[in-house]
């Protein structure tokens, strides 16, 4: 189980999305696009009390971006699928949301052993999402 305490940039977690929202997460997209069920998220950004999280996808799709694999560690399910992160959807909730999201969500990840995404991913995840409008 996760504790609120490990969580930080690059974490990958597999979150209940119901139960996010359920525990005080809010997601930036409403409607029909918002993510439903159990998937994977990552952490794009993060500070002692809550952090912003994007979902993780299987399949390419609207708004949909892959994520390159050389950028993942954690187990080998994780660093060897292909993913893609939504572009328009971030999630931002409280680490309690989230912890009981991915118990809700069926994490199954431990200490030592947690999928992430590198700081260089983050960093192109994040910028995809909210670019620089300086940099033209």
Request: charged share 25%.
């Amino acid at each position: 189980m996760i504790e609120a305490r490990e969580i930080k940039d690059g974490l990958v977690l597999h979150l209940d999305s119901d139960e996010l929202e359920a525990s005080g997460g809010r997601c930036a997209e409403n409607g029909s696009n918002r993510v439903e069920g159990s998937l994977f998220f990552v952490c794009i950004a993060a500070d002692e009390h809550t952090g912003n999280w994007v979902p993780l996808f299987s399949g390419a799709g609207r708004f949909r971006e892959p994520v390159p694999n050389a950028e993942k560690s954690g187990r080998p399910g994780w660093c060897e699928a292909i993913t893609y992160f939504h572009t328009r959807q971030v999630w931002q909730a409280p680490h309690a949301a989230v912890v009981d999201a991915a118990i809700a969500g069926g994490d199954r990840s431990e200490p030592g052993e947690r999928n992430a995404l590198s700081e260089a991913g983050v960093d192109r995840v994040y910028a995809t999402i909210f670019p620089d409008p300086a940099a033209g």
